[in-house]
């Protein structure tokens, strides 16, 4: 009788330490192949480490702490030429730009390489910045011009914003992914945060969990899609 309740004893211990290994294994299997996955973000404002970088930063913590690789570029300080409506991309279709001279093609590039891309930008007269613009406008048009070449990667746009223009401007962002046959995950409410000098937005607390939840529904997206 106590040899049989010590064999099961002994029994129900092994298959809790081999399920609980199996566990284990399998969590860090899942943290790998997302470990494999890149969110990249680009920050189009023309101040550095302003509010529309506080509000990237937490989208990718979240993602980070998920297990995807992450970057930020900012755009301020960087010349970023606007399309000039040649269509040389629509010849070549070598998924470049034809203007060289600044940095528009290793951001292309970056889009490229990564599974998720996050546009952000604060609001300037009701809209994005001309960096942003530029951006979008290029890898836009090169993107079209070779066959919808970030089609099925995750996008999200977010804005920092003191107090009118927030809308169109997620509005115009959202079109560039939609046009791209990007998919978009949504967020808590939309991913705006509000606040003028450097930093006022870490006092938005609806804004700062808008950023958090849109990390959240991003990650899980990406797993999803890529059936991890
Ligand atoms: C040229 C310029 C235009 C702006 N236009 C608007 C505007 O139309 N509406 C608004 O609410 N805030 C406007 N702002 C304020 C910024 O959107 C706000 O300060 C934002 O938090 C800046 O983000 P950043 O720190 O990432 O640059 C403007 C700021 C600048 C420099």
């Known amino acids: 009788m106590l040899q049989n309740q010590l064999t099961a ?3 129900v211990s092994f298959l809790r330490s ?3 290994r199996y566990l284990f294994i399998f969590h860090l299997h899942i943290v790998a192949l997302a470990m494999c996955m890149k969110v990249v973000a680009f920050n189009g404002s023309a101040r550095k480490d302003g509010n529309t970088a506080t509000l990237l930063r937490r989208v990718l913590q979240v993602l ?3 297990g995807f690789e992450t970057e930020l570029v900012q755009l301020a300080g960087e010349q970023v030429r606007g399309c000039n409506a040649c269509r040389t991309c629509y010849t070549t279709k070598n998924k470049r730009c034809v203007i060289e001279d600044d940095k528009v093609n290793e951001y292309i590039q970056k889009m490229l390489e990564a599974d998720g891309v996050i546009l952000g930008s604060p609001v300037y007269f009701s809209m994005m910045t001309p ?5 979008i406008d290029r ?3 090169v993107a079209r011009a070779n066959q919808d070449m970030f089609k099925r990667k995750v996008g999200a746009a977010v804005v920092a914003v003191r107090r009118a223009g927030a809308m169109s401007t997620f509005d115009v962002i959202n079109h560039f992914f939609l046009i791209s046959q990007m998919i978009v995950p949504g967020s808590s409410y939309w991913n705006i945060g509000i606040g003028n000098k450097k930093g006022d937005v870490e006092s938005d607390e609806e804004g700062i969990k808008t950023m958090e939840d849109l990390g959240k529904n991003m990650a899980w997206l990406l797993k999803k899609i890529n059936r991890v």
Not at 131 to 135: G, T
């Open 131 to 135: 960096e942003m613009k530029a951006l």
């Open 18 to 20: 081999t399920f609980s």
């Open 9 to 11: 004893v002994l029994l």
């Open 139 to 141: 890898a836009g048009y």
């Open 64 to 66: 980070a702490a998920e």
